[in-house]
């Protein structure tokens, strides 16, 4: 979301984007107020397991962001690759509900909410600028970036050679 933000706001400075499944306002746009709740919940740092990997991770209010992002001008035109995850969490929750890395109060089947939603947010995501392209057979979680780091280098590679070609 701040680098989309970013690109909006300083569009001479932004050549390009690969967005690894990134976080944006159209996950609460395809979500209830109440799951929406308990999104919000996990985002502070709820789960267990991010904390663990990212102890010093930053956090930020997404309702806030949520807000900025359709008030920021369009995004350029720019090559744009949208890596998301395909390793549903739906089928997993109930584990990490039961293991203590998700707080007991999240309902069992909120995994497959947001699965969905995600999904949804993803394909949109993928249409911010014509010619974007969505790679959505990552054969990865969220962590993109830790376990198929190639796919992230290969498509970083091929903006910055599609904005190179555009220049």
Not at 9 to 34: C, F, H, I, K, W
Request: cysteine-free; hydrophobic content about 45%.
């Amino acid at each position: 979301m701040i680098v989309r933000l970013y690109a909006s706001t300083y569009p001479e400075d932004v050549q390009g984007m690969v967005l690894v499944d990134a976080l944006s306002e159209y996950l609460r746009d395809n979500m209830t107020p109440d799951h929406w709740k308990i999104q919000r919940l996990l985002l502070q740092g709820a789960i267990k397991a991010d904390v663990a990997i990212y102890p010093d991770l930053e956090r930020f209010d997404a309702d806030t962001s949520f807000f900025q992002l359709p008030a920021a001008p369009d995004l350029h035109p720019m090559p744009l690759i949208v890596l998301s995850a395909d390793e549903r969490i739906g089928p997993r929750l109930v584990d990490m509900i039961a293991a203590g890395q998700v707080p007991a109060g999240v309902p069992p089947d909120f995994g497959y909410v947001l699965d969905d939603a995600q999904a949804k947010a993803q394909l949109k995501l993928s249409q911010l600028v014509s010619g974007a392209f969505r790679v959505a057979d990552t054969h990865s979680g969220h962590n993109i970036h830790r376990i198929q780091l190639q796919l992230v280098v290969d498509s970083i590679r091929q903006v910055v050679d599609a904005g190179r070609v555009q220049n």
